[in-house]
């Protein structure tokens, strides 16, 4: 019996629905108890007693790997398409074939995203929180239709995004590296981060994060950016220095946040974001719907599946 440990979090959360497709396979899976990620201590602790491995946001390091190596791990799949948590150059050179699943969710993540966006502009937080208190607030927001979007990162997600912001009316400035022009039919304006970030009335982080982009949203940055713009962050936390963030939103720079990922996950119950009335959270959730994740699940399934059956 080939043993499987999934610890991502969106499959766990369905995985009675691959309970035939396990049986078909011959797999034991061993369903992880796990909020957002288990701890690299862990890991290590359980990830040799595996013969596969389905990663979500763990701390997959070097050690964890070697620990799974001198064990019974042959293979692993990232489900999703981040993997900043992964360390695959420790895969090559303890030879663990490794893949991550991507594409699989880009209008899954950027429907998230639009609606952080119009949540900012129209204060539907605000509101919302209000009625649950007795109060009838009718604050009067902002219409997106003719303000501009600079929207990082123009993969999967933020093509998707920058198509929903389109259909708003907006006007979108994408920055991306690896980006020399936008797919046909999308009409939007390339610029390299972070110029023209002062024409933004939102700024929508869609990206991977790497070595070049952490903390690509600084307190410099921030203070060439619009007054009161609004941040929108449905990729990674660290993208975003959030001690900057936190500043720009107490002094008024930035009008209010959305944020689906932070820094560190769960969000710490000391963080001063907690406090922060103008803010709408997530739970690193954006991808998280049936649809979107049965297509990424039976992607990592079959890919696991190949790289089990090849050794």
Not at 74 to 79: D, L, P, S
Not at 139 to 160: E, F, K, V, Y
Not at 222 to 228: C, H, I, P, R, T
Not at 253 to 274: G, I, M, N, Q, Y
Request: aromatic fraction near 6%.
């Amino acid at each position: 019996m080939t043993k499987v440990l999934v610890t991502c979090p969106p499959m766990l959360g369905q995985i009675g629905l691959f309970a035939d497709r396990f049986a078909q396979l011959g797999w034991e899976v061993t369903a992880a108890k796990v909020v957002q990620i288990l701890s690299e201590d862990e890991l290590i602790a359980t990830v040799p007693d595996y013969d596969g491995w389905i990663i979500g946001d763990d701390p997959a390091t070097a050690a964890v790997f070697a620990a799974g190596k001198a064990g019974k791990l042959r293979a692993a799949v990232k489900w999703g398409i981040g993997v900043d948590n992964v360390d695959f150059a420790a895969c090559r050179e303890l030879d663990i074939p490794i893949i991550n699943t991507p594409n699989m969710f880009g209008a899954e993540v950027a429907d998230i995203g639009i609606c952080y966006l119009i949540g900012l502009a129209r204060e539907t937080f605000a509101i919302d929180r209000a009625i649950r208190n007795g109060d009838w607030l009718k604050p009067a927001g902002i219409s997106p239709a003719g303000r501009t979007l600079g929207l990082i990162g123009l993969g999967d997600i933020g093509t998707n995004f920058a198509r929903r912001a389109l259909a708003c009316g907006m006007r979108v400035i994408a920055y991306d590296p690896g980006v020399t022009a936008p797919p046909s039919g999308l009409d939007v304006e390339m610029a390299v981060w972070p110029n023209r970030v002062d024409e933004a009335d939102f700024l929508g982080f869609t990206c991977a994060l790497n070595a070049h982009n952490f903390h690509m949203l600084n307190a410099d940055v921030l203070a060439s950016a619009k007054d009161g713009v609004r941040i929108i962050n449905v990729a990674r936390g660290p993208l975003i220095d959030e001690a900057a963030l936190i500043a720009a939103l107490q002094s008024g720079k930035v009008h209010s946040a959305a944020l689906d990922v932070f820094e560190v996950e769960p969000l710490p119950t000391h963080s001063p974001l907690r406090a922060m009335d103008r803010c709408i959270f997530g739970s690193h959730n954006g991808s998280n719907s049936v649809d979107a994740v049965i297509r990424a699940s039976h992607r990592a399934i079959e890919a696991l599946d190949g790289f089990l059956t090849r050794r």
